[in-house]
Antibody
Framework: QVQLQQWGAGLLKPSETLSLTCSIY????????WTWIRQPPGKGLEWIGE???????KYTPSLESRVTISLDTSKKQFSLQLRSVTAADTAVYFC??????????????????WGKGTTVTVSS | EVVMTQSPATLSVSPGERATLSCRAS??????LAWYQQKPGQAPRLLIY???TRATGIPARFNGIGSGTEFTLTIISLQSEDFAVYHC?????????FGQGTKVEIK
């Protein structure tokens, strides 16, 4: 059974860089994309971006200038970096596996395996 | 970006009753919509994709319908474990976007 284990610093000061890593256990790395999603306290989910197994990235425009998602295939890990953080970046950050496929006229895309989440607080 | 709007924000339902949750997209997303369930302190769990296809292991009491801009998740005969927050997400366009969530609470 595939599991994602995530880790990284939980307390940052404004202007620092958020760094989180997610390791994939018990499953294939190829054939999937890998995504980061965050949830500010008491709010909904925000898609940050994703990386395909081939290394192609997509980011949400509001964060694109500050975010990098990268992949280490040898370690079966993917990472999130968010630069110049502010209090608005305080959130629980989740990593997740994305399955996508298309056949006939259907296109399916969903996050089917999630990490447990990492609480990141930005405070001076 | 496609804005997803869920209603109501909170739904109070008695166990055994039906819950109907709505999700509206600011532009057509075809059937490219997923629903997730999230319990406090946990990661979201996939319920529905393709607007109406239940994910593996999801009970038949969860039903999704809709296409274009209007979607509904119905939970027939709510069980105690169904009280949670439900999120819709479109995957028709980049960036992927979520609704703000509907909390289903015990009445």
């Amino acid at each position: 059974q595939v599991q994602l284990q995530q880790w990284g610093a939980g307390l940052l000061k404004p202007s620092e860089t958020l760094s989180l890593t997610c390791s994939i256990y018990g499953g294939s790395f190829t054939g999937y994309s890998w995504t980061w999603i965050r949830q500010p306290p008491g709010k909904g989910l925000e898609w940050i971006g994703e990386i395909s197994h081939g290394g192609t990235t997509k980011y949400t425009p509001s964060l694109e200038s500050r975010v990098t998602i990268s992949l280490d295939t040898s370690k079966k890990q993917f990472s999130l970096q968010l630069r110049s953080v502010t209090a608005a970046d305080t959130a629980v950050y989740f990593c997740a596996r994305v399955y996508s496929t298309s056949f006939n006229y259907y296109y399916y895309y969903y996050m089917d395996v999630w990490g447990k989440g990492t609480t990141v607080t930005v405070s001076s | 970006e496609v804005v997803m709007t869920q209603s109501p924000a909170t739904l109070s339902v008695s166990p055994g009753e039906r819950a109907t949750l709505s999700c509206r997209a600011s532009q057509s997303v075809s059937s490219n919509l997923a629903w997730y369930q999230q319990k406090p302190g946990q990661a979201p769990r996939l319920l529905i994709y393709g607007a109406s296809t239940r994910a593996t292991g999801i009970p038949a009491r969860f039903n999704g319908i809709g296409s274009g801009t209007e979607f509904t998740l119905t939970i027939i005969s709510l069980q105690s474990e169904d009280f949670a927050v439900y999120h819709c997400q479109q995957y028709n366009a980049w960036p992927r976007t979520f609704g703000q969530g509907t909390k289903v609470e015990i009445k």
